[in-house]
């Protein structure tokens, strides 16, 4: 696997904060989480050689296990997505979860398999392996599957 878990510190941020400039609702939510610094140990799945990371966001998501909804910021390609997955419907039928770009699940995330396939990668590293399943990315994938 290209991504690794690593500790996030402060020297961070400003990297961060800089990368999600490039969504303004995304570069709200950064501020404000971190806007006294990194306050408790977080972890980041990052691909250093193809300078791309993911961590979860607690301003992002919604904190509620009924529908286990969790919000992330994902790097690739030189841009931030907010990404959002939803698992409260398939998570013990083999699948993590739903993926969108907004909380509504109303914008499907890019059909890129590269994009697909490094979100995938990251979201199994930050959770430390211990979610097993898929995610999902379209109605024809979930057909598939």
């Not at 904060?17 to 799945?45: C, H, M, V």
Request: proline share 4%.
């Amino acid at each position: 696997m290209a991504y690794v878990l690593e500790p996030m510190t402060n020297d961070d941020l400003p990297r961060i904060i800089t990368d999600a400039k490039s969504d303004l609702e995304l570069s709200r939510s950064i501020q404000n989480e971190f806007r006294e610094g990194i306050k408790y140990p977080r972890k980041w799945a990052i691909d250093h050689e193809n300078n791309s990371y993911l961590f979860r966001s607690s301003s992002l998501g919604l904190s509620d296990s009924k529908c286990c909804l969790d919000g992330y910021m994902f790097f690739y390609q030189n841009k931030a997505f907010s990404v959002y997955v939803n698992g409260s419907r398939h998570r013990h039928n083999g699948i993590l979860g739903w993926v969108s770009l907004d909380r509504e699940f109303k914008s499907a995330p890019p059909q890129d398999p590269g994009f697909q396939q490094a979100f995938s990668e990251a979201c199994y590293v930050c959770w430390e392996g211990r979610l097993i399943g898929k995610t999902i990315f379209s109605a024809e994938q979930q057909d598939t599957e």
